[in-house]
């Protein structure tokens, strides 16, 4: 394997922090990732953020298809070099935030693989569940501690908004630990590789804009119970009565102790009501 570094110097490179720039360069840790993303010959693989493009490379050993995504100009001119003679890969510039994921393979689903940049983990994480219905399975490179709130079970600390909204769509599980010596700059950090497998039936799984909006406001204060976070929220007072009423969940609770499907229900309920244009106005879903 070519080391970061040699590539770095080659293409005159310095990494920027502020892009979430930390290069995989240890091979046996690349070939890892790239096992555990098993491409197969009938596949369009999205890899986001495709840095130098050594993941990249692996993927495209066995994968139909691989597209990377790559916002910096500089590793995009690199990429393109490096990949000039490999009509299965394609360069995509731009960044993730507004890349539609739901045409790259029109009529099929995809596999998302990414090293993602830290400081954007958690909008690429919601926009990808946003495309949930064009998306397969997905393998991401987590911060180790956001990777345990993504897994976090309902009760305790680390359950949190990104827990329920993952829950809803997919199931989720570790597939790898990774050490920061594995990267060029070395984080300061510990990653977990985590994949997701995107439920087959997303049809029931209602309406996502609501149920981010509840999620979001029921734990927008973690010690206040549902009733004044919503309160809070905007909601007003005969509806949060006939909401706790109508789906049977305690006004008294607070968000964590819920559990996804109590989730989906007071989210239901929250939908059915008609009396609450005003939370729903304020309420931010993706
Ligand atoms: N996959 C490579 C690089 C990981 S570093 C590897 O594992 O070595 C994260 C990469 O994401 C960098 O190449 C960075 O330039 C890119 N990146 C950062 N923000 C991005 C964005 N908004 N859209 C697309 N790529 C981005």
């Given at each position: 394997?070519?080391?970061?570094?040699?590539?770095?110097?080659?293409?005159?490179?310095?990494?920027?922090?502020?892009?979430?720039?930390?290069?995989?360069?240890?091979?046996?840790?690349?070939?890892?990732?790239?096992?555990?993303?098993?491409?197969?010959?009938?596949?369009?693989?999205?890899?986001?953020?495709?840095?130098?493009?050594?993941?990249?490379?692996?993927?495209?050993?066995?994968?139909?298809?691989?597209?990377?995504?790559e916002i910096d100009p500089r590793l995009v001119r690199a990429l393109k070099d490096?990949?000039?003679?490999?009509?299965?890969?394609?360069?995509?510039?731009?960044?993730?935030?507004?890349?539609?994921?739901?045409?790259?393979?029109?009529?099929?689903?995809?596999?998302?693989?990414?090293?993602?940049p830290y400081h954007i983990s958690t909008p690429i994480l919601f926009r990808l569940?946003?495309?949930?219905?064009?998306?397969?399975?997905?393998?991401?490179?987590?911060?180790?501690?956001?990777?345990?709130?993504?897994?976090?079970?309902?009760?305790?600390?680390?359950?949190?908004?990104?827990?329920?909204?993952?829950?809803?769509?997919?199931?989720?599980?570790?597939?790898?630990?990774?050490?920061?010596?594995?990267?060029?700059?070395?984080?300061?950090?510990?990653?977990?590789?985590?994949?997701?497998?995107?439920?087959?039936?997303?049809?029931?799984?209602?309406?996502?804009?609501?149920?981010?909006?509840?999620?979001?406001?029921?734990?927008?204060?973690?010690?206040?119970?549902?009733?004044?976070?919503?309160?809070?929220?905007?909601?007003?007072?005969?509806?949060?009565?006939?909401?706790?009423?109508?789906?049977?969940?305690?006004?008294?609770?607070?968000?964590?102790?819920?559990?996804?499907?109590?989730?989906?229900?007071?989210?239901?309920?929250?939908?059915?009501?008609?009396r609450i244009e005003k939370f729903l106005d304020k309420g931010q879903g993706i």
């Amino acid at each position: 394997m070519t080391s970061v570094r040699t590539l770095l110097n080659e293409y005159d490179v310095r990494p920027r922090k502020s892009l979430g720039q930390s290069f995989l360069n240890d091979g046996q840790m690349i070939r890892r990732i790239a096992v555990a993303a098993d491409p197969q010959q009938g596949e369009t693989i999205v890899e986001i953020g495709a840095g130098l493009g050594l993941l990249t490379e692996e993927l495209a050993r066995k994968a139909g298809r691989v597209i990377a995504l790559e916002i910096d100009p500089r590793l995009v001119r690199a990429l393109k070099d490096r990949f000039a003679n490999c009509p299965t890969v394609e360069i995509v510039p731009g960044d993730v935030l507004d890349y539609d994921f739901s045409k790259t393979n029109p009529g099929g689903r995809i596999k998302v693989v990414g090293n993602i940049p830290y400081h954007i983990s958690t909008p690429i994480l919601f926009r990808l569940l946003e495309y949930r219905r064009s998306i397969a399975s997905m393998l991401l490179m987590f911060q180790k501690e956001l990777a345990e709130r993504i897994m976090a079970p309902p009760g305790k600390k680390d359950y949190g908004i990104p827990s329920v909204i993952v829950a809803c769509y997919a199931s989720v599980s570790r597939a790898l630990t990774v050490p920061a010596g594995c990267f060029y700059p070395e984080p300061d950090v510990v990653s977990t590789v985590l994949q997701f497998v995107m439920y087959e039936d997303l049809a029931s799984s209602g309406d996502h804009v609501h149920l981010f909006a509840t999620v979001r406001a029921a734990f927008a204060q973690r010690r206040k119970t549902l009733r004044n976070n919503l309160r809070a929220a905007g909601v007003a007072e005969e509806a949060l009565e006939w909401i706790f009423r109508e789906s049977r969940i305690d006004g008294a609770r607070r968000a964590e102790t819920l559990s996804v499907g109590e989730f989906k229900i007071l989210s239901e309920t929250i939908n059915r009501s008609d009396r609450i244009e005003k939370f729903l106005d304020k309420g931010q879903g993706i």
